[in-house]
């Protein structure tokens, strides 16, 4: 079982980025998956949320209007569109999904919001 991020990066505020979480090693389409956040001196976070199917989805407040979390159950990843990124967006971002009573975790990327 494996979950890898990628697309993070040094972005301007007001600027964009797509993450992508590739999975594998399990049938994906079949669980939800998440994107949590962990910015220095904090504790993690859960960001969005998204159904083994797509059809629903759900959002922390602090990201409402402003990140969108989609998959392509045929390529096993799950992507979050981040828009209008803010300061305070700033840190490790992590793909996360739970298999049975364990939560499986990608390494992470990082995301920094600077002018």
């Known amino acids: 079982v494996q979950i890898v991020e990628s697309g993070g990066g040094l972005v301007q505020p007001g600027g964009s980025l797509r993450l992508s979480c590739a999975a594998s090693g399990f049938t994906f389409r079949n669980y939800d998956m998440n994107w949590y956040r962990q910015a220095p001196g904090k504790e993690r976070e859960l960001v969005a949320s998204?159904?083994?199917?797509?059809?629903?989805?759900k959002y922390a407040d602090f990201v409402k209007g402003r990140f969108t979390i989609s998959r392509d159950n045929s390529k096993n990843t799950v992507y979050l569109q981040m828009n209008s990124l803010k300061f305070e967006d700033t840190a490790v971002y992590y793909c996360n999904t739970r298999i049975g009573w364990t939560h499986v975790w990608g390494q992470g990327t990082q995301v920094t919001v600077s002018s």
């Open positions: 998204i159904s083994s199917s797509g059809g629903n989805t």
